[in-house]
T-cell receptor
Framework: LAKTTQPISMDSYEGQEVNITCSHN???????ITWYQQFPSQGPRFIIQ???TKVTNEVASLFIPADRKSSTLSLPRVSLSDTAVYYC???????????FGSGTRLQVQP | NAGVTQTPKFQVLKTGQSMTLQCAQD?????MSWYRQDPGMGLRLIHY???????DQGEVPNGYNVSRSTTEDFPLRLLSAAPSQTSVYFC?????????FGPGTRLTVL
């Protein structure tokens, strides 16, 4: 399984755009990149998934460069409720059980 | 749909006791997984199943057993509880690359 590296923590203020970058140098051809969000005392929640280029949904955008060795989760105009841990996962299509790293703890301040 | 349900929500065991953590999903997902999350850490995969009758080990399988007799249920058994198994346990199911997590079981082993 591809190993991921992401910052341990980040701080931001309400209304700012937050970009969290994940490094996955040994990503395989069949691997997808998936981001999850976890609030305290809850299970992780799917945010977004992509294979290459850019993916956008109502919550976030995911930017993946051509070499796919990294990816960036972009959260537009964060609010206090976006304070959570964000996990970047890389896994082969069909392998549903993915490996979670330690994640990035995002703290949004007023 | 109830999604993924887990029981109990909380449990305290003494060292050496055995118990079963229950997990059920009503989304007809083939894939189910068990993770544990220690304080301040990411999720680690214990066991997973790709369908009824098929299970496999994850990253930290020692001390745990699983079975998958039906699509809906995926119980996790602690054979002889140890303090090192104090953790929060999450069950997840998926049919694509998005996993749906249950609310978790907080287990304390004294």
């Amino acid at each position: 399984l591809a190993k991921t590296t992401q910052p341990i923590s980040m701080d931001s203020y309400e209304g700012q755009e937050v970009n969290i970058t994940c490094s996955h140098n040994n990503i395989a051809t069949n691997d997808y990149i998936t981001w999850y969000q976890q609030f305290p005392s809850q299970g992780p929640r799917f945010i977004i998934q992509g294979y290459k280029t850019k993916v956008t949904n109502e919550v976030a955008s995911l930017f993946i460069p051509a070499d796919r060795k990294s990816s960036t989760l972009s959260l537009p105009r964060v609010s206090l409720s976006d304070t959570a841990v964000y996990y970047c996962l890389v896994g082969e299509t069909g392998r549903r059980a993915l490996t979670f790293g330690s994640g990035t703890r995002l703290q949004v301040q007023p | 749909n109830a999604g993924v349900t887990q029981t109990p929500k909380f449990q305290v065991l003494k060292t050496g006791q055995s118990m079963t953590l229950q997990c059920a999903q009503d989304m007809n997902h083939e894939y189910m997984s068990w993770y544990r999350q220690d304080p301040g850490m990411g999720l680690r995969l214990i066991h997973y199943s790709v369908g009824a009758g098929i299970t496999d080990q994850g990253e930290v399988p020692n001390g745990y057993n699983v079975s998958r007799s039906t699509t809906e249920d995926f119980p996790l058994r602690l054979l002889s509880a140890a303090p090192s198994q104090t953790s929060v346990y999450f069950c997840a199911s998926s049919h694509s690359n998005e996993q749906f997590f249950g609310p978790g079981t907080r287990l304390t082993v004294l």
